[in-house]
């Protein structure tokens, strides 16, 4: 079955940088878009940006400039390379197929303190 776990949240202060990874497995991950997702408290989970499987990206306007997606194949994993992070990035970041599968892993607590 999918699993996806997700790594590499943190307390950090505002202005620095975190990179999130998720190893994926249960599909054939280089054959869909991967995408990171977060969801901060009270608000509905919200797409951050995609990677297709030729390796084109899309971001949310509010993460444009400052976050970076990637993918290894060859390791089933998505990255998230976040720079430059603000308090209102604080939120639970998932990764997920994009369009997402009906499953969620557990995600990883980002908080950015200012």
């Known amino acids: 079955q999918v699993q996806l776990v997700e790594s590499g949240g943190g307390l950090v202060q505002a202005g620095g940088s975190l990179r999130h990874s998720c190893a994926a497995s249960?599909?054939?991950?280089?054959?869909?878009?991967m995408g990171w997702y977060r969801q901060a408290p009270g608000k509905e989970r919200e797409l951050v940006a995609f990677?297709?499987?030729?390796?084109?990206?899309y971001y949310a306007d509010s993460v444009k400039g400052r976050f970076t997606i990637s993918r290894d194949n060859a390791k089933n994993t998505v990255y998230l390379q976040m720079n430059s992070l603000k308090p209102e990035d604080t939120a639970v970041y998932y990764c997920n197929k994009y369009p997402a599968f009906a499953s969620w892993g557990q995600g990883t607590q980002v908080t950015v303190s200012s």
């Open positions: 990677i297709t499987s030729g390796g084109s990206t």
């Open positions: 249960g599909f054939t991950f280089s054959s869909y878009a």
